[in-house]
């Protein structure tokens, strides 16, 4: 029988994008200079990838922070059901494609706008596009979502209390941000705009990330996503 989608490239008509770019109410590490911004390498590159046997292509491990780890956990279990997938990382693209935006609003959308065209293409491609993002603007997810046919594109709101992004802050970003060194700080100086239907809401105060991307990956099984 056919591969079910979106496992299989050649099943051009069944794909998904998986977004997180909805993604966490008010836990980022992006919001100050780029000098705070963290690149980050895949464990598994160009160079492993041919190991991997048909249609397990692996592009896993960023640092420890709640949003990313649950992408990558995401992918991970996606990559062992032999789909074929690609992980936009918000740090990443901020060092290459996006590293001439800064964090005004008209670059955030930006931001978003150039993700969610980059996304396309890997989805034309064949692969599930999963985009780790802090995309405050309703506006702007509307849009990333306009440029995919309905039933093609998964929002995940992982929604985290601000007390809880606070206590992780591994890099004092919060703390910078109360004091008012960093300007224009998502949940702090700067507007969130929850969403208000997306197809999927993670508790993140109350989950581990392995117990968020299981929910995610159970809501893609269930809905025969994939």
Not at 26 to 54: Q, W, Y
Not at 163 to 172: N, T
Request: hydrophobic share 35%; proline share 5%; net charge positive.
């Amino acid at each position: 029988p056919a591969p079910r989608w979106p496992c299989s490239a050649t099943k051009s008509t069944a794909r998904a994008v998986t977004s997180l770019v909805a993604a966490t109410k008010h836990e980022h590490l992006l919001e100050s200079l780029h000098t705070d911004i963290l690149s980050s390498s895949n464990k598994f590159n160009r160079a492993v990838r041919p190991l991997l046997g048909k249609g397990r292509r692996l592009i896993v491990e960023r640092r420890p922070v709640q949003l990313e780890h649950i992408a990558n956990i995401l992918e991970d279990k996606l990559n062992r059901s032999a789909c074929h997938t690609y992980l936009l990382d918000g740090d990443n693209l901020r060092h290459g494609l996006n590293k001439d935006l800064g964090f005004s609003e008209g670059d955030r959308r930006e931001n978003i706008r150039r993700t969610a065209e980059v996304a396309k293409l890997f989805f034309d491609a064949g692969l599930v596009v999963i985009t780790a993002f802090i995309s405050p603007f309703s506006r702007d997810r509307e849009q990333a979502r306009a440029l995919f046919e309905q039933g093609r594109f998964v929002e995940v709101f992982v929604d985290t209390p601000l007390e809880i992004c606070e206590r992780r802050d591994p890099k004092g970003l919060y703390k910078k941000a109360r004091s008012g060194e960093i300007k224009l700080f998502t949940g702090i100086s700067s507007v969130y705009e929850p969403p208000e239907a997306p197809e999927l809401h993670i508790d993140n105060g109350c989950l581990s990330a392995e117990q968020a991307a299981e929910k995610i990956f159970s809501y893609l099984t269930k809905n025969n996503i994939i």
